[in-house]
């Protein structure tokens, strides 16, 4: 599943983000793309026990790889 929050202002992103995870299954991973680091975000994921890599794209834009 992969999900585009760039141009949204916040909590938007992580809004829109968490709601998506609620819907992965074991094993899933959901890429999102946001025009900023997701600092908040990292911490709940820790929290919930998901996985996530993060990649600099060259427009400035970050793309976050979350598996369940």
Known sequence: MKL?????????PMMRTLEALEKL???????????????????QLDELGYKHVTTANGDGSFTIE???
């Open 4 to 12: 585009d929050n760039r141009g949204l202002e916040p909590p938007q």
């Open 25 to 43: 299954n074991t094993g899933e991973t959901l890429e999102i793309t946001n025009d900023r680091r997701p600092m908040f975000l990292y911490e």
């Open 66 to 68: 979350i598996t369940k």
